[in-house]
């Protein structure tokens, strides 16, 4: 089987309402889907999902990328993952998204090739994960509103973003908790904290039974991380310091997070995603996947992913309820809040009409 053709096309969705996080407000939905053809006629899509001031890449530099590294792939085995990446890398450093785009489809054509749905090709044995729901900035009785409608769908966990002004981030946990009591809840701060506001925020958080906070520090601070987890009474997650193996690798080695988030988007792919989840395995550091803002095609990955290896314990995979229009992409999943039900087709399990 040889890769015989590669089509990529932008898509651009409003959100249902703005999103909000300590970096940026996010109004719409700007992703690259993929389809890779092969000479055997199996077909493989995938997600390309880049925000700039996470990722550093924009919808155009996505699509710049795939078609560089188009001529590279073309006539290559889709099996040969490991080559492909070398070479993608090798034409492009970083730009974690375009490759995971061409990287979610070539797992799903080898997946397809297979005959077993990729979380079964990955080694996994469940269909079913469950997610977490994510809540942006906003005011903090909004917040609270959103929160109380959540767990009332049924929604065990949540994560509350922070960072952008401490005061508004304690009432809104206060007015949170009050609001959904025994949901669990983490707190992603996006880089939005110094290390002595990290250190008084965790102490307010540990009131509220908040059972980790992601990213608090600079993503390049990974000596203030290692002091601030020696010394904060709730779980560190690393999230914008890990995009690479060799980033996972340091933070481990500089104890610098109890927990790794992995992004398919961030790091290029399910190919090496599997290799940060490993070296976390072997360091004894659980994962969670999360996304960026990503159609049902991105989710759909992430989430098989998640169930290939019980090392990954938290998913944080929601941003498909966030667009307005996400017809594009159909099949997929199933949703029984707070859980996802995984296709059993062979692949993605995927049905795409934008290309």
């Keep these: 089987m040889k890769i015989s053709a590669i089509t990529a096309q932008a898509v651009s ?15 719409s939905a700007d992703t690259v889907i993929v389809r890779i053809e092969t000479d055997t006629g199996l077909v493989g899509h995938g997600e390309g ?52 785009a061409l990287d979610i489809a070539l797992y799903d054509i080898m997946a397809q ?24 900035l906003a005011d903090p009785g909004y917040m609270a509103d959103k929160a109380r409608t959540y767990a009332g769908q ?40 110094n290390v002595p506001q990290a250190l008084k925020m965790l102490s307010f958080y540990e009131k509220y039974d908040v059972c980790a906070v992601e990213q608090p520090l600079p ?20 999230d914008e310091s890990c995009f690479t193996p060799h980033d996972a690798s340091a933070i481990v080695t500089a104890q ?26 072997g360091a004894g550091v659980p994962t969670m996947v999360g996304c960026m803002l990503e159609s049902r095609l991105g989710i759909a990955a992430g989430a098989h992913f998640v169930a290939s290896d019980p090392n990954i314990i938290y998913a944080d995979l929601d941003s498909f309820r966030d667009f307005n229009d996400s017809s594009f992409v159909t ?20 049905d795409v009409v934008a290309l």
Excluded at 170 to 191: C, T
Excluded at 256 to 281: E, Q, S, T, V, W
Excluded at 331 to 350: K, M, N, Q, T, Y
Aim: aromatic residues 6%.
């Design 13 to 27: 969705v409003p959100l249902v309402e703005p999103f909000t996080i300590s970096l940026t407000t996010i109004d």
């Design 49 to 100: 999902a880049g925000i700039g001031v996470v990722t550093g890449e924009t919808t155009a530099s996505v699509l710049e990328a795939i078609e560089l590294f188009t001529p590279a792939l073309i006539g290559q085995s889709p099996y040969a993952i490991g080559h492909l990446h070398r070479e993608m890398d090798r034409i492009l450093v970083g730009h974690g998204a375009a490759k995971a």
């Design 113 to 136: 090739g297979a005959g077993c749905p990729l979380y079964q090709f990955l080694g996994g044995v469940s269909s079913t994960i469950e997610t977490d729901q994510t809540i942006g």
């Design 154 to 193: 049924g929604y065990k966990q949540l994560k509350i973003k922070a960072g952008s002004n401490d005061d508004q981030d304690r009432q809104a946990i206060e007015l949170i908790h009050a609001a959904a009591p025994g949901i669990s809840l983490k707190v992603d701060a996006n880089q939005g904290w």
């Design 219 to 238: 993503h390049w601070d990974l000596q203030g991380a290692a002091y601030l987890r020696a010394r904060s009474p709730i779980a560190i997650m690393a």
């Design 256 to 281: 610098a997070a109890d927990i790794i988030n992995i992004k398919l988007m961030k790091c290029g792919g399910i190919y090496p995603a599997l290799h940060i989840n490993a070296i976390a395995r």
């Design 331 to 350: 099949s997929a999943f199933d949703v029984e809040v707070p859980h996802i039900h995984l296709s059993d087709r062979p692949g993605l399990g995927v």
